[in-house]
């Protein structure tokens, strides 16, 4: 069965840490390009940061310096890194795994509450 689990989030405090994780099963993400995407309450989806399956990692200039992106293929698991953060990072963070192949195969995480306050 074809599942993305995502774990880590919770309540910190400005300038606090955590380490945001999603862990698939059910296919094999070696050759997928992998997002961390977040939706704050009223605002559209934006996307954070991303690792391609060569390990190249771009990041949204409001997180650059303070999040990681990195995924271990042999955990089958992408994590996000997060330091300094601050409350406009409260948000749903998502992962998105997508693979351009014979077609397309795009798959999204259930999401995980991060809230920065306090």
């Known amino acids: 069965q074809l599942q993305l689990v995502e774990s880590g989030g919770g309540l910190v405090q400005p300038g606090g840490s955590l380490r945001l994780s999603c862990e698939a099963s059910g296919f094999t993400m070696d050759y997928y390009a992998i997002g961390w995407y977040r939706q704050a309450p009223g605002k559209q989806r934006e996307l954070v940061a991303t690792?391609?399956?060569?390990?190249?990692?771009n990041y949204a200039d409001s997180v650059k310096g303070r999040f990681t992106i990195s995924r271990d293929n042999a955990k089958n698991t992408v994590y996000l890194q997060m330091s300094s953060l601050k409350p406009e990072d409260t948000a749903v963070y998502y992962c998105?795994?997508?693979?351009?192949?014979?077609?397309?195969?795009?798959?999204w995480g259930q999401g995980t509450q991060v809230t920065v306050s306090s």
């Open positions: 998105h795994f997508v693979y351009f192949g014979a077609s397309v195969n795009i798959y």
């Open positions: 690792i391609t399956s060569g390990d190249s990692t």
